[in-house]
Each structure stands twice: as C-alpha cells, then as structure tokens.
C-alpha cells in the first residue's frame, strides 16, 4: 500500500523505473528488477543490506527528485523496503519477480557491510596525498583537476541504462549517499552500482588512502555549500504564531522577532547552481492565515514576454484531507490545494501589463478588440493564465495527480499575496482568510496539522512545470 501510494508514480508499479512521474525526473528513477542500488554499505557487486535501504528511504537523495519518506512511521518505511525487494530480478510468466535477495539467501551470498577504519584528522599532508591520488587513480579524467565534475570523460559517461550521467561535481553538486567521512569512504569503497563509478577495495588502495581521498575531495567543497550539507532536513513541524496582527507586507519589521524553518530544496532536474532553500515563517491572527517565503535570487525574473524568457515563482502546496499524498501534486483519492504566486503577475500589478511591444519597443503592435473570441480565444475563455489583468499575483489552483491541475474559478480566488525583491533575495507574502467555504480550498484548524510542502522556480535556470525544485511534506501547526 505505501509503494503504491508513495512510490509507484516514480519507480512503476512493477518497478521498472518508468512510472508516469519519470518523463519529468532526471536522472530517471531506479530500476529496481536490475537490483542495482547505487547507495550501500556492501562491496562491489553485492546487493545492499535492508539497513542500506531503510536509510534510503527515510533520508532521500540529496539533490534529486527522490525525497525522504521519514514522515511515515518506521512500520511503514521497513515493509516498503521488503516490497521493494521482491521487485528484484526477471519477471516470470505470471509477472512475479524472482526476488534477488531471497536468492541471495538461499545461497547465502548475502554480504555484511564493509567495515569502515576510525576516522584519522584531516591534515595538509594527507589532504596532499590525497589531491595525488585523485590524479594517479584517474578520478581528474571525470571529476576535472578541480573536482568540479568536467573532466575529459564527463560528457561521454552513461549509466547501466544508456542515461546520459554527469559524474558529480564536489564543489556545489549534492552527495546522494550524504557527505560526512564515513558516507564518502563507503562510496569509494564499494563505488555506485549501475554507474561508471568503480569501487577502490582494497587491493587497490589502503584504508589510509581512502581517507587522504576523503579528505582531499571534502576540501574541493564550496564553504556555502559545505554548510547546507550539514543543515539536515528538519521535515518537520512549521509552527503558525498567533499574533495579534498579520503583516501586510514581506518586508514588514515584524517578521523579523519569528522564528524561521529553513525548507531544504531537491531539484527534479540536474541545474548548474540550484536554490538550495527557502525559509519559511507563518502567522494568524485569528481570521487570517499568513505565510511568508524567502530564498536567494541573485536574479530576479519577471513577466516571460518573449519564449526565451522564464519567470520566477514559488508554490505551496497543501494536502486537503490531512493525508500525506504522494508529493508530485495528489492522486485521485488524496487532491491537494495549490497556491503559485508568480513574479510576472506581480510585475503585471506593479508596473502595469508587459507585453511584446514592451520587450521590443518601436516594433509594430496590432490588437483585435472585435474579434478578441477569435485571435484570443483563452482570454474570451476565461481562462486565468491569458487573462490581461489579475487582481492578485497568486493562482489558486487544485490537482489531483499529474496532468490535472486546475485553477479555481475567479469567484473562488480568494489568496492574496505580494512578493518583492530585494538584495538579491525574494519576499513573498501569502494571505488568505482562515475559514473559507470553498470545498477545493484547504481547511485550516488548530486541532489538526495540515501536511504542507513547498516548490520555487528560478526563471535564470529556465524553470518552468516540473522543471523546479522541491520540499519534503512538512506539517503546518496552528497555535491556539
């Protein structure tokens, strides 16, 4: 039932790798029947212990499209874990897998866990020993001399499937398999199956050089980006205050005394300098609900006038019926409310509508008033999107599963919102009232959290749809 529900969109029902989340998400989801699993604590060619796996599950891949489920409870994440391993190996006539690990059993060919020396201090000359290494052992042909992922074999590297696969970049990219020592020495230990990574056992290299590797590979690591590693994913509870007054601006003085909840951001698709963040802070005053959103943006990217053009955004996305769905907007049983607030409608409402002749001035212009249902016809629809003027900079829209997202109609767009830019950082403020009788809108109440989770679209990395990067479900709590 948790595959299902939690899983299923992405890896296939039968686990494949080719469910119908997967023609957005690179890299590509797992294929589960090869039984190759890149993150394990097993030497090379062996299958990963049910540990492996169980911390998988719980702690995601950093910076990719596969999250932590550690907000289902450890019951739920064991069982996956043994479903997970009967869709191992070929499929027989009556579409059952053969079960790798059992297999492995029954031949008692499954292996115990690498062990893993204490960890020596990182000193310079074990950090030059290890920069030695790094050339000698050849990691320089993929990872480049400066570990930032372009060597001369980068753009040649497949995986076990033909998937183009850029090795990782140590500087800025995000370690799957997590980035403290032990986690690097096990991976170049036992390297990444289905992958061109290739493990260093030891009749290659000795325990003391594994670490010098650590080490040197540790110190190619960008400072800003070595502190995100360390913030571990709170996934937890965002607490609504209750104050006597919602701000009516983001950058309103009295944000300022409220405790912030740094949000860790995945991206769905591999981008050069992803947002790694955004903090989020939310209050109440009885009547009204208020959440503000915050994340750096050295660029700001408004109204996408001309097609080469992307503008930035943020959603957030809520669960209707306090269940936690399946992330990638809902399923036919679990709809979730979404509200998208968009920098090009905000531009819209700031300095007035851009359009072609604003993007190419001096170029000739032709509207079509009387025939607007004919050269239009979105706009004569009604449809949200095409209309010439909002009322608010925010959609609010409603999705059950992928393909279904749907504005509201306009009587029912009651979310409010504005969003500045400032010093590099956006500020967007989201309101709407607390009550709302609309049945497609989420019902906020302090006797139940509201499973909550959060997207934004950097318009200079050409974002657009799934093109974006994400949140985990965290869990919104008012306070009485």
């Not at 289902?72 to 479903?83: C, D, G, T």
């Not at 030695?132 to 001369?152: A, I, Q, R, S, Y």
Request: aromatic share 8%.
């Amino acid at each position: 039932m948790v595959y299902e529900t939690q899983c299923a969109a992405c890896h296939g029902a039968n686990g494949d790798g080719n469910g119908p989340a997967s023609v957005w998400l690179y890299p590509k989801p797992r294929n589960f029947s090869a039984g190759m699993f890149k993150i394990r604590s097993t030497p090379q060619g062996s299958l990963p212990t049910d540990e492996d796996l169980f911390q998988t599950v719980t702690r995601g891949l950093p910076g990719s499209s596969m999250p932590s489920f550690n907000y289902l409870s450890e019951q739920e994440r064991r069982a996956v874990v043994q479903h997970v391993k009967s869709l191992t190996g070929p499929v027989d006539a009556s579409g059952k897998h053969a079960n790798l690990f059992e297999q492995a059993k029954l031949n008692n060919q499954l292996a115990a866990p690498i062990q893993i020396p204490p960890e020596p201090p990182a000193t310079l000359q074990t950090m030059g020993r290890g920069k030695k290494l790094f050339k000698d052992l050849g990691c320089v042909k993929c990872h480049g001399e400066t570990g930032m992922g372009d060597g001369p074999s980068a753009p040649t590297l497949k995986d076990n499937w033909g998937y183009p696969l850029p090795p990782r970049d140590f500087n800025t990219g995000a370690f799957r398999g997590g980035s403290a020592g032990k986690d690097l020495y096990t991976r170049i230990a036992t390297g990444l199956a289905g992958t061109p990574m290739p493990a260093f056992g030891n009749e290659l290299v000795s325990e003391n050089d594994r670490w010098a590797l650590v080490h040197y590979i540790q110190s190619l690591r960008r400072k800003d980006i070595e502190v995100n590693d360390m913030l571990a994913p709170p996934d937890g509870t965002i607490l609504v205050k209750k104050v006597g007054r919602v701000p009516s601006s983001p950058v309103d003085s009295g944000w300022e005394s409220l405790e912030t909840m740094r949000v860790p951001l995945n991206p769905l698709w591999p981008e050069a300098d992803p947002i790694p963040a955004v903090a989020v802070r939310a209050v109440h005053d009885g009547k009204r609900i208020a959440i503000l959103l915050q994340w750096r943006d050295t660029i700001a990217n408004g109204a996408p006038i001309r097609v080469q053009d992307f503008q930035d955004a943020v959603a957030v996305q809520f669960s209707i019926n306090g269940t936690t769905p399946f992330l990638g907007m809902g399923d036919a049983n679990n709809p979730v409310n979404i509200w998208q607030w968009k920098a090009g409608w905000q531009q819209d409402l700031d300095d007035g509508r851009a359009d072609m002749n604003t993007a190419y001035p001096s170029m000739h212009a032709d509207v079509y008033p009387e025939t607007k249902p004919l050269f239009r016809t979105a706009e004569a629809a009604g449809n949200m999107l095409a209309l010439p003027e909002h009322n608010s900079p925010v959609e609010d829209a409603n999705a059950r599963g992928f393909g279904t997202l749907k504005s509201q109609p306009p009587k029912e767009q009651n979310v409010n919102g504005r969003g500045i830019w400032q010093d590099g950082f956006w500020n967007v403020l989201l309101v709407r009232e607390l009550k709302s009788g609309d049945a497609d809108d989420v019902k906020f109440s302090k006797d139940q959290p509201v499973p909550v989770a959060f997207a934004v679209w950097d318009g200079q990395n050409r974002d657009r749809n799934g093109r974006k990067v994400i949140s985990n479900w965290h869990r919104l709590v008012l306070e009485p």
